[in-house]
């Protein structure tokens, strides 16, 4: 049989590239961790490594970058139910502040509008006090008129012998009445001051006139 031998060069030198070397079978479990993002909110990022390996299973690492806080809706509260009554009760308290200005302000003006009784005593003019006649400015027939129903309602409902302060408050608003009804223009005089300085006086000279027959006894 004939043997045929090929002469080889000691240094062997390559016409192309070098070709690559088999790798090993565990060489090729070498591997290289990628990441995939996964966007959470504008200032937060989860990343997951992703390992394509053959019989291991790893856990994904998580990866947080927060960079302010976040801030949670402030659960809204229910409205405060209205008290109705609270509100009426307000709405009379102001009526009834309004009514009781209305009347303390025509209380006041209807007094401004009345006649006042002058300072001091009737019957004194010189001693602090005034005349009757003069303050009053009636025609002289008409306070004598006014003198007279005044005298005899004093006998009728009034005891003589006593002064104006020991009289009974009935016998008084009759005198009053009395004076009003026959000389109606006394509601312009503030209290009817005239007719109680007409039965003060009679009263005083009557209950003086009683006290002297007294002592005489």
Not at 26 to 46: D, G, N, R, V
Not at 74 to 87: C, H, I, L, Q
Not at 124 to 133: A, D, I, K
Request: charged letters at 20%; hydrophobic letters at 30%.
């Amino acid at each position: 049989m004939l043997q045929f031998s090929t002469p080889v060069i000691p240094f062997y030198e390559s016409e192309g590239p070098p070709q690559a070397l088999p790798l090993l079978t565990y060489h090729t479990e070498m591997f290289c961790a990628t990441l995939s993002h996964i966007l959470i909110s504008p200032q937060e990022e989860m990343a997951f490594s992703t390992l394509p390996l053959r019989g291991r299973t790893f856990s994904p690492s998580c990866v947080f970058m927060t960079t302010s806080r976040v801030t949670l809706p402030v659960p809204s509260r229910a409205p405060t139910p209205k008290v109705v009554k609270s509100v009426s009760f307000a709405t009379e308290n102001s009526k009834s502040d309004k009514v009781l200005t209305y009347s303390s302000l025509s209380s006041l003006s209807s007094k401004d509008s009345k006649i006042l009784k002058p300072e001091g005593e009737a019957g004194r003019p010189g001693h602090g006090g005034y005349n009757l006649e003069k303050a009053l400015n009636w025609d002289a027939n008409c306070f004598k008129s006014l003198k007279e129903c005044i005298h005899r309602s004093i006998k009728r409902y009034c005891d003589v012998d006593m002064s104006k302060k020991l009289q009974t408050p009935t016998a008084l608003h009759e005198v009053h009445k009395e004076a009003l009804t026959q000389f109606p223009e006394l509601a312009d005089y503030h209290g009817c001051w005239p007719v109680g300085d007409i039965i003060q006086m009679q009263l005083k000279n009557t209950s003086a006139k009683a006290q002297q027959k007294n002592s005489r006894k």
